[in-house]
């Protein structure tokens, strides 16, 4: 699905992330993990587009359709089948539940700023379609009952739902998350790797996650990879990372 092939990223003399590769295959859950300044959130940001690799490149393979994508725009990247969630919740907050799910459905569109501006009726089919879409997606994370809710008034529990309910109005085959359980207390956290699960299975995805929470990783990843220091130290299945001396060292240090 992703090869992240020798990817390294400078920022002036600074080697932010150091010829780090990855393969993630379709279906899997793949978790990213390493302290603090790893390099890990600069790793998404060079898959989404939102950084241009100063060396190695990005391929993304969905269906056997093979192209590389690091000099894409986020945009086209988004439209290939990449959506992401960000570490900091990023919603319109002063918009309703409804319309933050609504507008991740733009990117599907295909009508243009004429049709939209003039309310034509290929338009106005759209947009009923859209709505439509958008409270099946609030049915299937559970929050139709608050959709005419701000975003900003929802729990924190439910506003990392809405977030990942706008990514997957884009119609993602690959979705990356970005700390999805930051903030949140035991039961949310349980209750979140159940539906990542669940949504994993309902919209056939391939999950890449950036997570500290270990239970997180450790509960639902098949495959993980860390870095320290922008370099990769160690990948493997969540018992091979578990009792791996350079991830102990990484996150514990040595006497």
Known sequence: MLKIDNVTMRFGGII??????????DGEIVGLIGPNGAGKTTVFNVVTGVYKPTEGQVIFNPGGSEGIISDLRPDQIAKLGICRTFQNIRLFKELSVLDNVFIGNHLRLKSGIFSSVLRLPNYNREERKMMEKAKYL?????????????????????????????????????????????????????????????????????????????????????????????????????GEIQNNSRVIEAYLGVE
């Not at 932010?16 to 295959?25: G, S």
């Not at 049915?139 to 990942?164: D, H, N, T």
């Not at 884009?170 to 903030?183: F, I, V």
């Open 138 to 238: 609030l049915q299937k994370v559970g929050l139709y009952e608050e959709k005419e809710e701000k975003a900003f008034s929802l729990p924190y529990g439910k506003q990392r739902r809405l977030e990942i309910a706008r990514a997957l109005a884009t119609d993602p085959k690959l979705l990356l998350l970005d700390e999805p359980a930051a903030g949140m207390n035991p039961q949310e956290t349980q209750e979140l790797m159940e539906f990542i699960g669940d949504i994993k299975n309902e919209f056939d995805l391939t999950i890449f996650l950036i997570e500290h929470h270990m239970e997180v990783v450790m509960g639902i990843c098949e495959k993980i990879f860390v870095l320290d220091y922008g370099i990769s130290i160690a990948e493997g299945n969540p």
């Open 16 to 25: 932010a992330v150091n010829n780090f590769t990855a393969d993630i295959k």
